[in-house]
Structure formats: C-alpha cells, structure tokens
C-alpha cells in the first residue's frame, strides 16, 4: 500500500470503528480490491461531520482514501444504498460476521469472492423473516471465508483417502481432516459421517447434521483464532444465562 498514494470508488463495507483523538475515529473496513483496511475518519466524531452517518456497519459504501503507511486518511465516504438494516439476531449475527473477518483477515490482502459473498450473506441477513436467521446461511459463510483464506474443509474423504461413509463415526483434526474412529466412546469430538456429507452439500436439514455441523464449524473457528473468545459470543452466551 506504501505505493498507491490514493484510491477513489473504491466498494467497501465498515467493519468496525473506534476513537482516535477528539474529534476522529479510526474506522476498519472491508475492502473489495484492497481487503481490511485501516483508515483515519478526521473530525468524523463531530455533531455537524458530512460523513459521520455514513461510517455505519452493514452499509455499503463507496470510498476514497490516500496516504502512506499503515492507517490512511479517508477522503470521501458515499452510501450505496438499496441495504436494509438489520435487526434482531440478524444483527447479533451481522457483527458475528465482522468479528470473524477482522481477527482472520490479514490487512491489505484482496479477497474479492469473499467479498462478494459477504455483500450476499448482509441481504440474506436483511431478508430473514424477522430477523430469525438460517443456520445453514451461517455455516456456508464460514465454509466459504475458510476456503478463502486457505483453510478450505476436507468433507469428501478421511484422512486416509477413503470416501466418507455415511453411518461411520469420525473426529477432525486440522492437520489431516476427518479420521475414521473405530469406537465413538471416549472422543473428545465424534462427528457423524452423514453430517461431514451434509456440511459438503450445504444440506442442514437434519436436525444432527445441523447441530454437529455448528459444533464443529465453532471448533474450527476457534483453532484459527488462537483461542481468541468473540464479543459476540460471549455476549449470546450471557444472553443463554439470562
């Protein structure tokens, strides 16, 4: 980024926001052709700021920014329109969503199909009959962001190069995908064949397969974030207590 001293329309969606001094913020966004970035909002915390209602998660937004180094100065901010906002648990899910890109996502690194598909899983989320979101809508996301940051799931085949057999038992390891277990008792994590199957074909149907799906995919989750608890969770958590 060092090199490219500015960039004009650039598509992007604001992941995140903090203060910076007074009157500032620092705002994290996801970028399509230039992936999570860092950029300097100034005077953005103003009451009479031209751009301080338009810095909104879930929003997508049209920017301009330049600069050198690691955190850029934003130029222009523009609203896209035609997102509705959330609400309900499709909003606990939407930061669910930002959470999970700005811990996995390297700064400054494209990724333009997940992009894509995050613009898709926001309307999904705007769509969902009041504000109930689909599991399956979550767990294809999660599928599709690991794929694209290089962590893609093995479902088709154990860690032997045998197809997976419905009826089998198995638990996954991140160095060799599933390994077939020969007695499920006593595993620190069993998961059916028919829901590595299921989690394949993107098929929740089966109330097992969607449970074990979620256990797994949660899992997953948290060996790529080093063990790092998400807010999101820690407050559905508090809510479950309630």
């Known amino acids: 980024m060092n090199l490219r001293s500015k960039v ?7 992941l995140h926001t903090y203060p910076f001094r007074e009157t500032s913020l620092i705002v994290e966004v996801f970028s399509r052709d230039f992936g999570r970035m860092a950029l300097l909002a100034r005077g953005a915390r103003r009451p009479r700021s031209a751009i ?30 035609g997102q509705p906002l959330l609400a309900g648990e499709a909003l606990f899910c939407g930061y669910y969503l930002n959470e999970l890109l700005m811990h996995l996502l390297p700064r400054e690194d494209a990724h333009e199909k997940l992009f894509a598909r995050y ?9 969902a009959p009041g504000g109930k979101v689909r599991e399956a809508d979550l767990r294809s996301f999660e599928k599709s962001m690991l794929q694209e940051l290089g962590y ?8 032997e190069g ?9 638990t996954y390891r991140m160095e060799q ?8 008792e006593g595993a620190s994590q069993v998961v059916a064949g028919q829901t590595l199957i299921d989690l394949e074909a993107e098929d929740f149907s089966d109330p097992r397969s969607r ?32």
């Open 8 to 14: 004009d329309g650039q598509p992007a969606y604001v």
């Open 119 to 127: 613009a898709e899983m926001l309307v999904s989320l705007a769509s």
């Open 162 to 170: 045998a197809h997976i057999l419905p009826e089998a038992h198995y």
């Open 52 to 81: 301080r209602g338009l810095l909104m998660a879930f929003q997508p937004l049209e920017l301009g920014w330049a600069g050198k180094g690691e955190v850029l100065t934003l130029m222009k901010a523009e609203w896209l329109g």
């Open 152 to 159: 893609g799931l093995t479902l088709n085949h154990d860690s």
């Open 211 to 242: 449970m074990e799906s979620k256990q797994l995919m949660r899992t997953l989750m948290a060996y790529y974030l080093a063990g790092k608890e998400l807010e999101t969770r820690k407050i559905f958590k508090e809510l479950q207590d309630l």
């Open 177 to 184: 995908g599933p390994v077939r277990l020969a007695h499920a």
